[in-house]
């Protein structure tokens, strides 16, 4: 039976942004988690040496996505080495809330997340974008929207976290939260001038995770195997219908379920990632009739990365929302 939310409040929004943050903290690490499977893995070096000869290939991806490889942030002009130093050593443990809000301040942490929000961004939205046939330039404001409301997410969810906060003070950061939002959705709203256009931007905004998924697959596919436009809409589509379809207990890619803490506990979490393999099983088959050989062969490894991404978010947000005992 599924578990449902019966405390609506703003809190979904302010827990979600730790999933963001726990997002780019998956991307961060990801380059270790490459370096581990190579190590421990040999039938996987060929792949992984083929998918980094492909990104040296694409500069421009490279530079968009350059926050998913080093093994330690470049500091940019703006940025101290001791900026840099707190930044690089931060992935090497756990924090605890009070560390994690100090850290989110770090300018090179900012730099940081920022790349990897428009790295993540880009792999959602570039569908849409070819859908609203939009020029490079409008693409790169489009991007830059997308990332400010991220980051809006993250800075004001992450000062959410501060144990010392009021009721008040917590009151006055949920309407903050909700202002900028408003304010980022009227800035999108503005840009595309076109209430159709926003609406399939809106449209496509429910299904970004689905979206981010198919985007993942779009970049680890080879030349000639590429997805054309209807095939990642339904692909995308697939992916919908058959997450709410399945009868997780406590579903953690349904936003809602995060505005009830006494449901992020460590036993609802890893029943979720139990039935989370299951769900993906399904999802193969239904995706084998899409989808090429070769296609399907990119998609299950594109599966494990997003179960380790969902792995990834959900133990941070256990972490910073004190669950993980529970």
Do not use: C
Request: glycine share 4%; net charge negative; proline share 4%.
């Amino acid at each position: 039976m599924k578990t449902e939310n019966t405390q609506p409040s703003r809190l979904p929004l302010i827990i979600l942004s730790l999933a963001v943050f726990a997002l780019g903290a998956w991307a961060w690490s990801l380059h270790g988690e490459i370096a581990t499977l190579q190590a421990e893995n040999d039938d996987l070096r060929p792949k992984l040496a083929k998918a980094e000869e492909r990104a040296k290939a694409d500069a421009t991806e490279v530079e968009k996505a350059r926050a998913y490889a080093p093994l330690s942030h470049r500091p940019s002009a703006t940025e101290t080495p001791a900026d840099a130093a707190a930044a690089n050593s931060a992935r090497k443990r756990n924090l605890n809330p009070d560390e994690m809000a100090t850290l989110i301040k770090n300018p090179a942490m900012q730099s940081i997340i920022s790349s990897q929000q428009g790295a993540m961004t880009q792999m959602a939205y570039r569908d849409l974008m070819d859908k609203l046939k939009l020029s490079p330039e409008e693409r790169d404001y489009m991007q830059k929207l997308l990332v400010a409301k991220q980051m809006d997410k993250i800075n004001i969810g992450m000062q959410y976290m501060n144990p010392s906060l009021s009721a008040d003070d917590k009151a006055a950061l949920g309407q903050q939260f909700v202002q900028a939002q408003q304010t980022d959705e009227a800035n999108m709203h503005t840009f595309l001038n076109d209430d159709a256009d926003y609406a399939t931007y809106q449209a496509y905004s429910q299904q970004e995770t689905e979206h981010t998924e198919v985007g993942m697959l779009e970049t680890a596919l080879g030349s000639g195997q590429q997805l054309d436009p209807a095939t990642a809409d339904s692909l995308a589509s697939l992916l919908s219908s058959t997450r709410q379809s399945f009868p997780f207990t406590v579903d953690f890619n349904n936003e809602s379920n995060f505005a009830n803490p006494a449901l992020i506990t460590g036993t609802n979490v890893n029943k979720f990632l139990d039935e989370e393999t299951q769900y993906q099983a399904q999802v193969a088959d239904k995706a084998a009739q899409l989808l090429t050989p070769a296609q399907m062969d990119a998609f299950k490894q594109n599966q494990a990365a997003m179960m380790q991404m969902n792995k990834q978010k959900l133990n941070s947000i256990l972490q910073l929302s004190g669950g993980a005992n529970k």
